[in-house]
């Protein structure tokens, strides 16, 4: 990638995040598999039910043909965003870290739970030398070995506080947990904040910049500081006010970690948007277009209030009718299209689509 493309691409993602007037919606492109564990040749041995999964399995070496192949994808898509590299998106990596153990399916790898209840979490524990930390920073070491100056290296599905909980203790007993015990669950949200922030930083500590910024993974969007996403999909079990008094302040502290922040969110939680949006550090809120939810056009109403204050992102199965509803229902700044395409050559054709609207 020449340097004149390296720059123009800067200057867009900076007018993005300025919400400066363009012409479209910028976008990048997740290619292949919409279940982001098969997209890598290396893990299909993995990618067996029932099939325990430790560390050591994980040969990173073995993984770094498929970043190569994932790499070339995406220079050639047409995308505005830079592709990043990260460890091993679809292992539950927090999961791990906190004592989970890691099984694979036919199409991802799922964590089980282990924390019997609320006064249970009080002993689970991060430790610098656990075996899943080891393997993180093993990939984001190789990663930016192999980057060469060419592509960041980013973050991956690290979920947020009421998921992480919610996977040590399985959903059930989490809402039980936030009736019975809501101090030690305020404790456990504020401990799970703590420790991805760990994560993060350690990361960021052994990762250069890429163009003076970093990018945000799993999205693909360049920024001009540091950066990180999180996720709150156990929200949806909870009431407006029960998110509020347990999950309001821990989201309140991934927003003060960087400069730019982002939040993740899925139609099942619009109930929580306005309280997010009071959250003045979180940069921009990312929506799911999911798979037997709401179609675009239903969405438009909170797209329109996230853009008051907030950049937006919007993530999912896009095809030329989203696109056509995005452009002409929206204003012209602030929005970041994510589409996940099976090819490289259908992200060409919709790439090609948005740039000739």
Known sequence: MGEEIIRRKIELHKAYWNREPLKRPLVSFQIGDYFVSRRYNASRHLLTDGKKIMPEMIDVDAYMEDFERMYEEACSSGQDGFWVAEPLNGIPWLEGMLGCEIYGTQSSFISIPYVKS???????????????????????????????????????????????????????????????????????????????????????DATPDFYNGYSLGFYHIWCPRRCLWFQEDLSALLSPKMYDEHLLEPDTRYGESYDYTVAHLHPASFFILDS????????????????????????????????????????????????????????SSGIFLNISVPTAERARELSEYIHTK
């Open 276 to 331: 997010l949006m009071q959250v003045g550090n979180i940069k921009a809120i990312q929506v799911n277009k999911d798979i037997g939810g709401p179609a675009t056009k239903e969405m438009l109403l909170q797209f329109r209030k996230i853009l008051v204050k907030k950049n937006l992102i919007i993530f999912g199965d896009l095809d030329e009718e989203d696109i056509d509803c995005i452009m002409e229902g929206l204003p």
């Open 118 to 204: 609320a006064r249970d979490l009080q002993t689970v524990r991060f430790k610098e030398d656990n075996s899943w930390f080891k393997k993180y920073l093993e990939f984001v070491e190789k990663l930016n070995r192999a980057s060469l100056g060419r592509f960041p290296v980013g973050q991956p599905i690290l979920r947020g506080a009421s998921d992480v909980v919610g996977a040590l203790m399985g959903q059930t007993e989490l809402v039980y947990g936030l009736v019975e015990e809501p101090g030690i669950m305020r404790d456990a949200f504020s401990k799970a904040v703590a420790i991805f922030r760990h994560v993060i930083e350690s990361q960021f």
